[in-house]
């Protein structure tokens, strides 16, 4: 059961609103950071051109980080959260008034309690933040009754909140859950399933050595560790790596993926293992199955800091075409005709063309 603060505790909070000690602090000079918001405030000013023009450079600051100071805007841009929430006013008041549904709220009231419960705006029972999370979960499952509500859609909204009001963050969760990653959060995660097939070919593409460690026998048995990644990355990908990586490392993860869309999640988990089992070292203390899943159940910071995990990601060139191709090939081997053929085109229907071509440039 998760304890929740009292009223009366004055714990510390870190610059980014948590009061663990998981979360290091990015360090930047006041002067680097005004300096990098009216980069940002120039191109969010010109936006159309920049976006259409000048796609490089977007990228390119992207991946550096977007400032504290303007990340409801920018995510709400890149996403196109805000032309959605425009044309579709009083939507969101629709929805979120709507009558409760029982079987629903009570599992997002469930969820409320386990999520960012060391975030001040989500630790006290009853208080705002986990009101504005009831809210925004409970619109998107009447907004989306086909999908629903899907306990990883908690810490997806509640990062949203941290950075934008209500309205802005249950639009943004719309295009993460409809644009970015359709069919995640669906009864049966199908799409899901086919990204962790994903992975499994991309490992053994890239960093071969890791991927056979992970696969291999455990030392002195004929017992296979068995590390299938639709055993760890489940959250990972589903949760944005927001309860698995230091915050400052989440926030250039979700700038990225903004921009650049789910590829972003490859590329991270393949760093990530890369930086976590590339030496010997790393390998002899992960013997078997046990050793491997403790590992990713805690990864070190010197693999998950942003110095360090940057540069890894940044080393590996997915493109939309390439992961497109394996969604294709890994839903006809895994499901039947018919639904890989109904997994093919909605894919292709939900596909954000104009950011996906845009950030493989």
Not at 158 to 166: D, F
Request: negative net charge; aromatic residues 12%; contains cysteine.
């Amino acid at each position: 059961m998760v304890e929740q603060m009292d009223p009366g505790d004055q714990q510390e909070q870190n610059k980014y609103g948590f009061t663990d000690d998981l979360h290091y602090e990015s360090e930047m000079s006041p002067s680097e950071v005004r300096k990098r918001e009216e980069k940002w405030l120039k191109m969010l000013g010109n936006w159309d051109k920049f976006f259409e023009k000048e796609p490089k450079k977007l990228k390119e600051r992207c991946r550096k980080g977007v400032p504290d100071s303007l990340r409801e805007k920018v995510w709400l841009k890149l996403s196109g959260a805000d032309k959605l929430m425009a044309a579709n006013e009083g939507v969101f008041n629709l929805q979120s008034s709507k009558p409760d549904n029982d079987v629903v709220i009570h599992v997002i009231d469930k969820d409320l309690d386990r999520t960012f419960p060391t975030h001040v705006l989500f630790a006290k029972k009853g208080a705002q933040g986990q009101n504005d999370l009831r809210l925004v979960l409970k619109a998107y499952a009447m907004y989306n009754d086909k999908t629903g509500y899907c306990q990883a859609m908690a810490p997806v909204a509640a990062t949203l909140l941290m950075y934008m009001p209500v309205e802005e963050a249950f639009w943004c969760l719309v295009q993460i859950c409809e644009q970015y990653l359709p069919g995640y959060y669906s009864p049966g995660l199908h799409a899901f399933q086919i990204d962790a097939m994903i992975l499994k070919d991309l490992l053994a593409k890239y960093i071969l050595d890791t991927n056979a460690f992970m696969d291999s026998k455990a030392p002195g048995t004929d017992t296979s560790k068995g590390m299938d990644p639709i055993l760890y990355c489940t959250e990972w990908f589903m949760s944005i790596y927001s309860r698995t990586l230091p915050w400052p490392m989440v926030l250039r993860v979700w700038d990225m993926f903004f921009f650049e869309g789910v590829k972003v999640l490859f590329k991270v988990a393949v760093a990530v293992l890369h930086l976590t089992f590339h030496t010997e070292e790393d390998r002899r203390e992960c013997k078997g199955f046990f050793e491997l899943t403790q590992k990713l159940r805690k990864l070190p910071l010197h693999v998950t800091h942003e110095d360090y995990l940057m540069p890894e990601i940044l080393r590996y060139h997915f493109t939309t075409k390439e992961l497109q191709k394996e969604h294709i090939t890994q839903a006809g081997i895994h499901f039947s005709e018919e639904r890989a053929r109904e997994m093919e085109v909605e894919a292709r229907r939900n596909h954000r063309r104009d950011l996906s071509a845009l950030s493989d440039q």
